[in-house]
């Protein structure tokens, strides 16, 4: 698929971060969007942006809201898009949508262990089995699973559990990388590629606590104050006590603003090397020059990835501090 103009996309997590950026360089090709998220505040700003960009004159771009982990409502979005698309046929599927959460699988609540997992992992599984029918009836299609390098390196570093989401994305991970076959063998119009980004600037650190919340607001309640504090205090130990929550907010809103500002690749760097992959027809899409590096390393050394001489050696490489 060399061009995507006059084709039809389906893109999950469009709110933000690469979902948005996602939609907004398809459509910027003419290519009609389908895009879905589980915010209707976030979504709505994409839909304002992509108007703004002034897509070619016919292109259609339609906003959903969903949630990924939940198959009835991944069949509603599917039913819109074909409704307000009329068309039953589809070119793209980018199940991209994912939250962090869950770290420990030892001292996290299941529920909040269960929601990382069942967005991260359910939200790519039932979206191709959601979307699927679509593409067996297009001449061309493409699903384009994000994975993440914790796809293939399970830790943020040695310091931090980071349990559920690596899980989900090693799952993610393996189901495209069999689906190569599969597809080949029953449906050989459409390829299939995983995506396995380093760190990219993105507002997921924020979002996730809003998801896992159930609260789309910007401000901490108290029961996000204790969790933040809970999760600080594996890092600070007894000294996290001794913090007020004005303090505690504070510490969290930094950690969300360096995960979406000090970072090696933007989401809009993201979504063009995605593509590029796509038009490529590459199964294995790294985003990042970060993600080739610990790709590399990993692949060198794997008996000792989970050392804290490997973290070491990785930080020098890439200049990752995110769990150091």
């Known amino acids: 698929m060399k061009s995507f103009e006059g084709k039809f996309a389906v893109v999950t997590g469009g709110g933000a ?31 304002a942006l992509i108007e703004k960009d002034r897509p070619p004159q016919g292109t259609r771009v339609t906003t959903h809201v969903a949630d990924v982990s939940d198959e009835a409502q991944l069949v509603r979005f599917r039913k819109e898009a074909e409704e307000r698309h009329q068309t039953d046929k589809l070119n793209l599927l980018f199940n991209n949508a994912g939250i962090g959460g869950g770290g420990s699988f030892v001292n996290d609540s299941r529920e909040e262990w269960e929601r990382t997992f069942n967005v991260c992992w359910g939200g790519v599984y039932l979206g191709c089995r959601t979307f699927l029918p679509m593409m067996l009836g297009a001449d061309e299609g493409h ?23 690596a899980a989900a994305k090693f799952a993610v991970k393996g189901f495209t990388e069999a689906l190569i076959t599969d ?46 504090r809970a999760r600080i205090a594996r890092n600070m130990g007894e000294a996290a006590s001794q913090l007020t929550d004005e303090q505690i907010a504070a510490l969290a809103a930094e950690q969300a603003r360096r995960f979406l500002e000090d970072v090696p690749t933007t989401a809009a760097q993201a979504a063009t090397i995605i593509l590029d992959g796509v038009r490529a027809e590459r199964w294995r899409i790294l985003v990042g020059d970060d993600a080739h590096a610990m790709d590399r390393l990993v692949r060198e050394d794997p008996e000792h990835a989970y050392e804290l001489e490997f973290f070491s050696r990785l930080i020098e490489a890439t200049g990752w501090r995110l769990g150091g």
């Open 143 to 165: 699903i384009v699973n994000t994975a993440s390098v914790n796809g293939f390196w399970a830790s943020l570093g040695p310091h931090v559990s980071h349990t559920a989401y």
């Open 183 to 228: 597809l080949r063998l029953n449906a050989p119009h459409i390829k299939c590629s995983v995506v396995m980004p380093g760190h990219i600037g993105t507002s997921i650190v924020a979002n996730s606590r809003k998801v896992i919340s159930g609260r789309d607001e910007d401000q901490l309640s108290a029961e996000d104050i204790a969790r933040a």
């Open 17 to 47: 971060g690469m979902g948005r950026e996602l939609a907004r360089q398809l459509a910027a090709e003419g290519c009609n969007v389908a895009t879905c998220d589980v915010s209707q505040k976030n979504i709505a700003e994409t839909a």
